[in-house]
């Protein structure tokens, strides 16, 4: 059974840092790509960022140069580093496996306001 479970989320001032984990397991971590998608209230899902299995990274306009997707194979962990938090970041996080979001986690919530 594929779990995917998101944490390190909260509420940061505009500007600030935060840096999201997802702990994967029931699958090989290492030969899937993976991806972090959010939705924000009252919104739809959007794409964030996507890195595949050889690490090769791909990230939305509206996050380029401010987020930083990685992951540890041996700890079959994803991350997200973000950074230079604005308002409009606001929303739940997702991980999901490979290039879908049918495999998801619950989500951490990420507030950015003052």
């Known amino acids: 059974e594929v779990q995917l479970v998101e944490s390190g989320g909260g509420l940061v001032q505009p500007g600030g840092s935060l840096r999201l984990s997802c702990a994967a397991s029931?699958?090989?971590?290492?030969?899937?790509?993976m991806m972090w998608v959010r939705q924000a209230p009252g919104k739809g899902l959007e794409w964030v960022s996507t890195i595949s299995g050889s690490s090769d990274t791909y990230y939305a306009e509206s996050v380029k140069g401010r987020f930083t997707i990685s992951r540890d194979n041996a700890k079959s962990t994803l991350f997200l580093q973000l950074n230079s938090l604005k308002t409009e970041d606001t929303a739940m996080y997702y991980c999901?496996?490979?290039?879908?979001?049918?495999?998801r986690g619950q989500g951490t919530q990420v507030t950015v306001s003052s």
């Open positions: 029931g699958f090989p971590f290492a030969s899937y790509g």
């Open positions: 999901a496996k490979g290039y879908s979001t049918e495999d």
